[in-house]
């Protein structure tokens, strides 16, 4: 089954612990919807999937990766 | 808890306190008697329509009071934003309750077919739009509660 991962924890934390909220009014979401990203529970779409690549300074597929198994 | 919770959730207790209304009155109408004679459509149509606007009151009483509640007991003033999730959870919430309703129409056309009366029909419609709009929020609140 196909999943995406991704390291916005880690992320989070090297930028200077930035909490959920934080994140979520950067990219204008809820923190409950960085909460879901975050699990897995939640795909973005690729809009937002970007706006966070953005936020961190990194590339999208830094943050996120998609995984077959 | 975001808006859409929120909204969900007082959905929910709405839809829970304007069904127990539509059933004790309609219930108390039809051991009246009030639903024996030729117009008792007209009289139900009737009924039906008062309860519709006695329950947009009661939603909005109920939205206002779930607000001000979940502000005292949590102290947060909570995120009003809907973004993407809430629209995404609405829209499979939404398709569940749509599949509810329409198989149920089919069915209550079906029944009429059979020999049921109108009365019946029309009361199977209503409680049918009561069950979908309870199927909408309790997929909504699942959606929700389970990435939490």
Not at chain 1, 23 to 44: H, S
Not at chain 2, 73 to 90: A, L, N, S
Not at chain 2, 105 to 121: Q, Y
Request: aromatic share 8%; with cysteine; hydrophobic share 50%.
């Amino acid at each position: 089954m196909p999943r995406i991962e991704n390291r916005i924890r880690r992320l989070r934390f090297d930028a200077d612990e930035m909490t959920q909220k934080d994140l979520a009014d950067r990219v204008g979401v809820t923190r409950q919807t960085i909460l879901a990203i975050e699990n897995g529970k939640y795909a973005p779409t690729l809009d937002l999937a970007f706006r966070i690549a953005r936020t961190f300074g990194v590339p999208l597929d830094e943050v996120f990766t998609y995984h077959d198994s | 808890m975001s808006l859409g919770e929120r909204e969900t959730l007082s959905g929910l207790i709405t839809t829970l306190i304007v069904s127990v209304l539509f059933l004790w009155r309609l219930s108390n109408q039809h051991a009246a008697g009030l639903f024996a004679g030729p117009d008792a459509l007209q009289i139900w149509a009737r009924s039906v329509l008062l309860l519709v606007a006695i329950s947009i009151g009661v939603a909005i009483v109920v939205a206002i009071g779930f607000s001000i509640f979940h502000r005292l007991r949590t102290g947060e003033k909570g995120d009003d934003r809907r973004d993407e999730r809430d629209r995404d959870i609405d829209r499979r919430a939404l398709t569940l309750s749509w599949y509810l309703l329409s198989f149920g129409i089919l069915g209550v056309i079906i029944d009429l077919v059979l020999g049921a009366s109108a009365f019946r029909a029309m009361n199977l419609i209503l409680a049918l739009c009561g069950g979908s709009e309870f199927l909408k929020d309790a997929v909504k609140m699942i959606l929700y509660r389970r990435a939490a």
